[in-house]
């Protein structure tokens, strides 16, 4: 399993680890949501435009920013 040993980034393995970090303009607030869609590719290179047709996690999580 390739995709989750973190290998030396040689170009032939695909890391998992996701890492997100959202910054909301001062005085910002509100109530909606953020969605989280992890899904699974084959070895063919991607540009990022499609989605893939397996989907392995899709949730979406409730937000509300408060000052």
């Given at each position: 399993d390739k995709e989750s040993d973190y290998?030396?980034?040689s170009g032939t393995d695909h890391p998992v680890g996701i890492k997100t970090r959202l910054v909301v303009a001062t005085g910002i607030t509100g109530i909606g949501?953020?969605?989280i869609l992890l899904s699974h590719y084959t070895?063919?290179?991607k540009t990022g435009e499609n989605l893939s047709t397996e989907t392995d996690?899709?949730?979406t999580?409730?937000?509300k920013i408060v000052p």
């Open positions: 290998g030396p980034q949501s953020m969605r070895d063919i290179a996690v899709d949730v999580f409730p937000v």
